[in-house]
C-alpha cells in the first residue's frame, strides 16, 4: 500500500473556486456533470492538474468549451496542459449508485440516493480536487423521476423547482459558503419531514427539518428536540449562530458512520436518529442527543474552518467531541448528572482508545502517516482528541477556553487550518496563562502516541506539617516511536482528611490557600509539589474529574480508597475508588490463578453506595458496575481472556449473592412513575433497576429458585418502553435463564418491522455471556438467520461486531474457531465495504498481548487474511501493521 506522510503536504496547484453540479439521477447509472471555475495557486510551482476519481466512466472532458486531451493513471485524471489564466472545466461523467455496496460516494438504500463524501467520497461522484483545502462554491442541480424521488436536497438553499418531461422533475440548491467537497451531499427520495421554525437569539428565523421515510416520522420529535437545544446552546456558551435559512437533518438506514456534517444537510444513520419509548432505550435518547448536537456543532467547527490536510482531522473531530460532551453535560444540568456524563465518556475512553494506545494501531491525535484515512477516525483522533482540548480549559478556564474559540474564528473563519493554528488561538488568546508558557510542550499531545503513565506518592512530614507530593511520568514506546518527551499533564486535585473533610491546598511560598480543589501542571519527566500548614496525613484525590487521559498509579491501598469512596466532593473520583477497589480483586485472581472470593470489606462498601441516601440512583447503577472485561485486560502483560472472564463472572454471581436483599429492596424502591421521559432522573432510576434486576436473576439462576426470573420475564412481556423491556430481556439473557428462549422468540415477532429493535436482537445475543460454548454456536447459527445480512453496517455491527469485539471470552477460544470466523468475516464483508471490514480487521489489534494458546491461533488468523490477494487498503493498512 502507498502510504501517504503529513511532512509531504503541499498545496494545491489549482483551486477550484465555483462548481457548478447536474445530477441525473438514475440508480442504475447516474449523469454527473461538472462544470468548475479553476484559478492556478500562484504560491506554488506550476504543474499539471491532477483531478482524483474513482469508479467512474468518463464521457468528456473540455477546457473553456474546447475539448482537452488528457490522461488517466490509476486513481487520477491528468490534464498536462491547462491556461495560465482562470478557466472553466467542464467533465462529464457516469456513476453506478446501485452497486456502491462501500456506502461512499452516491449510493441507493431504500429506494433513495443519498451520499457520504467524507472521507475521500466525492471522488466517487465525479473527478475533482478531492482534498479539504480545496473549498468551492457549490451551485446542485438535482433532476430525477418525480414519483420515486418526491423530494430533492442539497446543500444551502434551495433556488428553484419545475417539473420536467417523461414524469422527471428538477430542484436547483446553492450553498453560499465555499465548502471542501467531502461537505458535499445530495438526497432523493420518497421521504418526509418534521418541521419547526424557529428564531435564534440574534433575531433571525430559521427552518429546521428533519426528513425520514414514511412511517418514522413519529420517532423523530426527540432529534428535533435535541437540534433545537443545539442551536440554542452553541449561541449561549460559544456565540456561534446558526448561519443557514435553512437546516435540513436526513435519516438513512445504510450508513458507515454515525452520522455526517455535510453544510446544512446533515445525512444520519438511523440509529443515530430515530427513537420512541417503544423502540429506543435511554442510552439511545442520549446518543441520538449527542450525535445531532455533534454535527450541529460541526457547523462552526469543521465547516466554517475546515482542516487543511486529513491529518488535521482531530482539528475538528477532538474539538467537536468536546463540545458534544461539553452540551451534553450541560443537558445533564444537575451537578451528579454531569459527573455520570463524565464517568460515561472517561469509561468509554478507557475501554477503547487505551487499548489502541497501546496496540498495533497506536497513532498520535494528529498522525504523521496513513495508507487510508478511513482508518484513523478512531478513538484517538476523536476521544483523546477531545480530552486533548478539555486540557486546554483546563489550563486556561473556562472564558479563557472562549476567548481562544473567538480569536481561532476571527483568525481563521471561511479557511482550512491546522492544529497548530488551534492551539496558538488558544493560547494568544490567553497570554501569560499555564497554557501559554509551554505551549510547545503542550503541543507534544499531538505528536506522541502513547498513554502517558502518571505515578504519585505523597510523604507527610508530621513535625513540619507538610505534605510532599512527588510526581513522575513516562510515555511507554508506541510504534515507529521508542523514545517519548514529557507532556504537560494537568493534575487536578484535592488532599482530604481520614475523615473525609476537604483540606485548604497551600503550596509553599503561597501566602494563604487556594481553596480545596485545584490544578497542578506537570510537565517535565519528575516534579515535586510541597503543600504547607497540613494537619494531618492526607489521602490524595488526584486527577479529579479525569483531568488528563493518563493511566494514574497513586499507590493508594484500600484503606483510601474507601476513604475517597465515601467522601470524595468529586464524584469521579468516588466513582473510580469504587472500581480500583474492584480493580484490584479482579486482578490479584487472574494473576494468581485462583478463584475470586470477594471479601466484606469490598461488599460491605458496594451494599453503602447502593444504600446511599443521597447518591444518584445513576452514578450507583456506574459505581456497582465492574470494570468491564477490556479494561481489565489493559491492565496486564499477558491476557488470558477466558481468566478474566472467569474472574468478572465470579464477581458478578457473589456481588448478588451477597447483596440479594439490598438489590431487591434498590429494584422495588427505584421504579418510574408517570409517563416516559428520557431525562437524567428517569434513566437513572431505569439503569439502576434493571442493574438490580439482573442481579437478582442472575443469582435466581444459579441458584434454581424460578420467582425472578419469571419476575423478569412478566416485566419483559407488560414493559411501556424499550430501556425496560430490554434490561428485562438482557437479564434473562445473561443469566442464560430458560426463560430467556421465550422472550427472544417474542420480542423478535413483536419487533419484525423495526429494523434498529432487530439490530438489538442480534446485538443482544452476540453479547451474551459465553457459556459453554452455546453463544459462539448462536452467533454462527443467526449469521444464516434469514434477517442477517453484510451489507447493512448496522446489522453486521449487531451480530459480528458483537461477538468479536466487545465478546472476548465467548470469541477468544481455545480452538481458534472465533478467529477462524472473524478472519471469514473480514474477507466476506471486504468484497462489500471496505470501511466497515477495516473497522472488524481491528479486533486483533492487540493479539501480542494474548497468552498462549490464543497469540498462535490469532496470529494464524491474521495471516489468512493477509495472504488474500485483492484486500481494500483499509483491511491492509490495519493487517500491515498488526504483523509488523
Ligand atoms: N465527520 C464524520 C462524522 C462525524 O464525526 O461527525
Ligand atoms: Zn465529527
Redesign the pocket.
Known sequence: VTLIRREDYVAPIFWIRTVDLTFDLDPAKTLVTSKMQLERNAAVPHGPLRLHGEELNLLRVLINGESVSFRQEGHELIIDNVPDADFVLEIRNTCCPDKNTALSGLYTSGGGFFTQC??EGFRRITYFLDRPDVMAVYTVTLRADKSRFPVLLSNGNLLDTADLDNGRHMAKWHDPFPKPS?LFALVAGDLVAREQRIRTRAGKDHLLQVYVRRGDLEKTEHAMNSLIASVVWDEARFNLPLDLERFMVVGVSDFN?????NKGLNIFNTSALLASPATATDADFQRIES?VA??YF?NWT?NRVTCRDWFQ?SL??GL??FRDQEFSMDMAATPSARAVCRIQDVRALRSMQFPEDAGAMAHPVRPDVYAEINNF?TPTV?EKGSEVVRMYQTLVGREGFGKGMALYFERHDGQAVTCDDFAQAIADANPGSELSKRLDTFKRWYSQAGTPRLQARGQYDAAARTYTLSLQQVNPPSPGQPDKLPQVIPVALGLLSRDGAALPLQLDGEAQAAGTDRVLVLDSAEQSFVFVNVDSAPVPSLLRGFSAPVVLDDGLGDEELLVLLKHDSDAFNRWEASQRLALSRLLTSVRNGQPLRLDDAYLDAMRAVLRHPDLDPAFKALALQLPDEAYIAEQLTVVDPQAIHAAVTQAQEQLAAALQADWAWAFETHQVSGGYQPDPVQSGKRALTNLALSMLVLHATRSGDGVWPGRAYQRFKDATNMTDRMGALSALVQAHAALAEPALERFHAQFKGEALVIDKWFALQGRATELDGKTFARVKQLAKHSDFTLKNPNRARSLIFSLCMFNPAAFHRTDAAGYVFWAEQVLALDAINPQVAGRLARVMDRWTTLATPYRSAAREAIARVAAKAELSNDVREIIDRQLA
Do not use: F, N, Q, S
Request: aromatic letters at 16%; zero cysteines; proline letters at 0%.
Open positions: 467524507e472521507a467531502y458512520m454515525g452520522a455526517m456534517e450525535i455533534h454535527e460541526h469543521g482531522l475538528k473531530e467537536t467531541v477516525y476523536y
